[in-house]
């Protein structure tokens, strides 16, 4: 009993008992009426979660990688030019992932870790660049906590007629994106986070100049499993409430994806966001107090869904250890440039209060331990003030 | 309680409660040591399933489909030529993702639906061919329950110096396959077939001569998802009990497959080849008894894990209502050529002779309510009678 722990990693995250019992319910067909009815329920609330009524889905068993991979595979010809927004790991892999389907890869770096570039720096690439077919944002950089401007980013890059491509890992359904009033013409991302779903499901979410794109190429697509060729008429069928094949959808995962979707549409969006955004304060609040800095360098660069703060001077990643031993599990660095230098904290999906104090109390007793001195309940003190004022 | 139903299709398939039990756990994180233990001890267990104590085991979140993606992107380089021996739908399909790829397919048909290319037709084409670089071959054609002689004709294979590929997605873990003896490069499959897990999991196990031609690939392999140089350093690290990332495994998918194939590996691989084989004989002399043809001409190619009678005259597609609201789910046609002309009774994994006559019984009840005439109990008596025999 004592080895439970709360998991406050990057995902997967804490998922809620009736997702886990989707997830262990006896598997029927993929073609049974129920299972068809909840498909087709999933996919409309996708486009109710993701805030754009008039995209086109996609459910595919595979990592988030994969809704990457389809993202790129399905958008870009070779030769087409593609400009990549780089706040960390995630955006370096989206790069490798356009140039896999042979696309000319320009970057717009972040100055530095933790930082991100600014808006005219990205509208001087976008002027400098004369026509990049796409661009793509990581709205949250898992490795580096650090949050873009993606309305002000895709207002940009629609202005300068590029697709506009984000990665919501880390993001949707935690961070503030409304995909169709922004301009988002494809966002993604993995059912372990946000959503609130065991990891196993890449979600797309395609507007209509994205599919128009798709439907203009004049190569195949480079990957066979992740054409939306092959996809495109199973989404459409199962919306239409009609059973299809191509690949066997993963029946229980699906059925995990329609609780938690119908869990997140219950609270409603804006309550999700502000949940979202008042824990996201707390612990920050309560980090601030225990002395640490964090990888972004700025606040407002700093996600809703993840903190990640440097370890404190004369503490190091043994911490975690300790941190878990007072029943919580953190993830470690995992940025290349500073991977030994800080620690990450997700914060998304069914969490609450009583997560964000738990974990306060967790790193605390974690710091002590390791021998950092900090005024008793510090960072308890700080959260807990937050949760009392809002 | 009355809607219970039995699921006798193609995969998913029935799955037992402790598999169900572990879809359903708390998820934890995918670098945890109980979950790192889980992933490694799964991997070692499906060398013992395939019987390929030397194969490099790949599991990544995605269906059956990936995992013909997998086998094709890590392969093929653009104008290698590949030999299909076609049974069916998915033989087509196999053909398709290896010209994704950039492989010249040539294919070795059968003369009709229902059937397979003789040995000698086989040895004639890779004589012609003066030097496929692969091979492919569909151990069970999901579409047409054709069994091929895989033994026969991975021999062949080899003896013409080409890597020879099986799908075993409707095979593994039911059909008897010896991969590593039988001198198999290549085999794969997905979770939700005799291997008895939901869906969402392509399993590959590959050979040395497999890894060897990939690590000799002059080309970069075109898809992202699929590439084995990100996958290949996460399966060694696993088997070394090493956390490691690159897209986030599923991890209750994972703590089911482990379950799933301690559950078969206790059973033991000849005792569960024996079951399937038991079974399918018991269940294919009912259908005989019925007065019922089946799609594969002639009974050696009668796949193990998968029955498909072709309707009896008067009979059509509605008697699959029928015999669901007798209990039992089946699954229609999908071959293109005969589709609504016959259906398909899956049985593998956890199947059991009660399964089988529970089966057979709601066929009888579902041809009688469609006017069907036939000597009343015949199915029920002919399978007994295979199971009395022992």
Known sequence: MKDRKLLMIPGPVEFTPQVLRAMGMATTSHVAPNFVEVFGQALERLRQVFLCPSGQPF???????????????????????????????????FAAVLERYGAAVTQVRAPAVGDAPSLSEVEAALRAGGGYKLMTVTHVDTSTAVKVDVRGLAALGREHGALVVVDGVCSVAGEEMRQEEWGIDLALTASQKAVGVPPGLALVMAGP??????????????????????????????????????????????????????????????????????????LKAAIRALGMEQVPVRPELGATTLTAPYYPEGVDRAVLGQIKQAGVILAGGLHPVIKGRYFRIGHMGAVTESDVLATVGAIEKGLAQAGYQFPAGAGLIAAQATFTAG
């Open 59 to 93: 459910v595919v068993a595979g990592s988030g990688t994969l809704a990457m991979d389809i993202a790129a595979a399905n958008l870009v010809e070779p030769g087409d030019r593609a400009l990549v927004v780089n706040t960390g790991y995630f955006s370096d892999r």
């Open 209 to 282: 100049r994205a599919i128009e794109a798709f439907r203009g190429r004049s190569t195949p697509v480079a990957s066979y499993y992740s054409d939306w060729a092959s996809w495109l008429p199973i989404m459409e069928a199962y919306l239409a409430r009609r059973p299809s094949y191509f690949g066997t959808p993963p029946v229980n995962l699906l059925w995990a994806l329609n609780v938690s979707l119908g869990q997140i549409l219950e609270e409603g969006m804006e309550a999700c966001f502000d949940r979202h955004r008042r824990l996201s304060t707390a």
